[in-house]
């Protein structure tokens, strides 16, 4: 009992003290600190961007905060309740604002760009009142016309000036015919009409000649007898209007044609010419270039050669296709820096026959910050001295995503088709056609000089004497990777000593460099450290093929001639095809100093199967070795006592079609390789 007593007490003495405590606190002025808050959001268009310089208040005299570039903000200090309001010219929001009363990280908003101009809406209805849907309402100045919707309504924003509204629809009149209105209007009334009666209709066709457009767009309409019809031409960048012709001569546009018959009328567009600049338009800045559509204008690029360019049509040079035909832009004294952009158009017809002069192309000489993009020639026939490539004869700069066919004939030194020397980036190019020259002769490039080419392909007949290849002639501290070539080459020497040397299907000689994941399927045929795929290496081969026929004297493999170190390594690759040699010969490399692994070879030949000869490096560090690699022995040489761990391993056809093969040496087959097991030889898997 005493026990529940106390506990009795304690709530007395509890409700005792709450009750002083009130009479206290109401009996005095005691100042209450009020509990502030922070919050954050995001201001982003419909695309999800950041909108950057909104103006957000909140209300009760509370500084307002303003968006970052990435449309964040955030403010503190804030009491009470309060309106978040975003604000910028020109933009409204969803919603327009918030309340908020409390700490939060989500208050956002979504902006929308409100179009500049006034905006024009209005109905199309019949006699009884009914909306007319399907009229096409044209508006001048506009190239595509509105149609209305079922209840006959329509609108357009974004209106400048003054323009002319005309609704149109076959078999239907309307009064007014037209109303010209120049700024904003909400209520504008057509009446249509249904013919009841036959109407004479006639048909207009429209043509387009050159780049642009017109309203009524090109084709076949129909109006009725007496319609007036305004002719609109839109020119394409860099393009003017000519002249009307057919049954509407003249240049006046917009220009107006009254229906009395059938007519037909072309608008020719031409390329402009500015007065000033000699170029169809543009500032010659990187996004505002010039633009050049003529082989004049084309010309004129020499007396600009640090400015930026665009092609904006087909250029076709026969016109310079006299004496010595084109002369290069730029040379060793005054080179381009530039950026010339062909935009996929066509330069057609470039003849050059300058054999006694350096630097040939369609450009001679190019510096560091000089870009060919999207460049495009055609049936071009170009004949130089050193440095010579149908599109830039010397290039310090890259070359991206362009397409060169020619016959092409250089001097001693650095040939190719594309160009004859880089030092910078090559990606997503071609090259067709012949090439002929002496040193350093490639179908993409004839000298590769601490640069690098990737994704790009060769289909060249190629001849000449030293480092000569399908792809680059001679390569030095210059990656290659994802390219091919499949055209012939072809050593052109008189077969002494050191001519027709270092010659293969994609490089005739390597130093440094690293090529992964090529290809080449041509003819080689040459004298010494010849090769399917590269002549001479030091450096690194990896996931590569080469299947064509080589053919030569001393150090000939069907992927490569002559391997220099210990340090050069042939890894994940195979040759097919057939090997024909007098020493040093082999289904894989002629003459090995290197370690080949995981390769293989199904190479016809009297050679060995894989490794020619193996024999000490430059450096005498060491032997070449190969290392869990095969060959056919049924269609090459087999010793018995060749050291497989020196010259490689012998195997059947059936054995080199079995997956097992491979999986017991090691081999990937996750991601490097794949095989049709039982029925053909391992093929790498970026080959599918």
């Known amino acids: 009992m005493k026990r529940r007593k106390k506990r009795k007490h304690n709530y007395l003495a509890l409700l005792l003290l709450t009750g002083f405590l009130v009479f206290i606190f109401s009996g005095c002025d005691v100042e209450v600190e009020t509990e502030t808050y922070n919050i954050t959001g995001e201001i982003v268009d419909n695309q999800g961007q950041g909108i950057g310089g909104v103006s957000i208040s909140f209300g009760n005299d509370n500084e307002t905060v303003t968006t970052s570039e990435d449309g964040k903000w955030s403010k503190g200090g804030l009491e009470g309740t309060v309106t978040v309001t975003p604000v910028k010219d020109d933009w409204a929001f969803e919603p327009e604002s918030q309340q908020v009363k409390g700490k939060r990280n989500d208050v956002n908003f979504i902006g929308m760009e409100i179009e500049q101009g006034y905006t024009i809406s209005g109905t199309v209805k019949d006699k009884n009142g009914a909306g007319v849907e399907g009229v096409k309402i044209n508006i001048s100045g506009y190239l595509d016309p509105l149609l209305t919707s079922d209840d006959g309504s329509w609108s357009k924003s974004g209106l400048e000036g003054t323009v002319t509204i005309t609704p149109n629809k076959d078999g239907w009149a309307f009064e007014p015919e037209n109303k010209e209105v120049s700024g904003e209007e909400t209520d504008l009334v057509f009446v249509g009409e249904k013919d009841e009666i036959p109407v004479t209709k006639y048909t207009l066709t429209i043509q387009v000649e050159g780049e642009g457009a017109v309203n009524p767009e090109a084709g076949v309409h129909s109006f009725n007898e007496g319609t007036k019809v305004d002719l609109e031409a839109f020119p394409e960048p860099g393009r003017e209007l000519k002249t009307w012709l057919g049954d509407l001569t003249g240049s006046d546009n917009p220009i107006e044609i009254i229906m009395d018959e059938d ?20 500032k010659g800045e990187h996004n505002d270039p010039y633009l050049v559509g003529t082989p004049e204008q084309l010309d004129n690029v020499r007396n600009y050669l640090n400015k930026h360019f665009l092609q904006i049509a087909d250029i076709d040079l026969s016109d310079y296709n006299t004496g010595e035909g084109w002369e290069p832009i730029g040379d060793s004294n005054n080179p381009f820096d530039g950026i010339f952009d062909g935009d996929g158009y066509e330069i057609t017809n470039l003849f050059i026959n300058r054999p006694d002069t350096d630097n040939i192309g369609l450009f001679g000489r190019g510096l560091d910050n000089s870009q060919f993009i999207s460049v495009s020639i055609l049936d071009a026939n170009i004949t130089g001295g050193n440095w010579t490539g149908a599109l830039i004869g010397f290039c310090r700069g890259d070359i991206l995503n362009s397409y060169v066919d020619a016959v092409v004939k250089g001097g001693d030194y650095h040939s190719g088709v594309i160009t004859g020397y880089s030092s910078g980036t090559i990606v997503d190019s071609l090259a067709k056609g012949i090439l002929e020259g002496t040193k ?40 290659i990777s994802n390219s091919l070539a499949t055209g012939n080459i072809e050593g052109i020497g008189d077969g002494s000593y050191g001519t027709n040397t270092n010659m293969g299907g994609l490089v005739g000689q390597f130093i440094s460099t690293t090529i992964e994941r090529c290809s080449s399927t041509g003819e080689v045929n040459g004298l010494n450290r010849i090769g399917g795929l590269v002549g001479r290496m030091s450096g690194e081969i990896r996931e590569s093929f080469s299947t064509g026929v080589v053919k030569g004297n001393h150090y000939v493999g069907g992927m490569v001639g002559y391997t220099v170190s210990l340090t050069n390594n042939i890894e994940d690759s195979y040759s097919a095809g057939e090997v024909i040699g007098n020493s040093f010969f082999g289904g894989l490399v002629g003459q090995n100093r290197g370690k080949v692994k995981n390769s293989y070879s199904a190479v016809i030949t009297e050679g060995r199967g894989l490794i020619g000869h193996n024999s000490t490096d430059h450096y005498g560090t060491g032997e070449g070795e190969t290392i869990e690699s095969f060959y056919n022995k049924e269609i090459s040489r087999h010793d018995e006592n060749d050291d497989e761990s020196e010259y490689g391993i012998g195997k059947t056809t059936t054995e080199l079609y079995d997956k097992d093969t491979y999986i017991n040496a090691g081999w990937d087959f996750s991601s490097t390789w794949f095989i049709d097991d039982g029925n053909d030889y391992p093929k790498l898997q970026w080959e599918e």
């Open 440 to 479: 350093m002769v490639g179908g993409i490039v004839g000298r590769l000089y601490y640069g690098s080419i990737s994704n790009s392909g060769s289909h060249v007949s190629v001849k000449g004497d030293l480092n000569v290849g399908g792809l680059v002639g001679y390569s030095q501290y210059s990656p």
């Open 263 to 282: 007519k037909e009328i072309t608008a020719v567009f031409k390329i402009k010419q500015d007065e000033e600049t000699g170029f169809a338009g543009g």
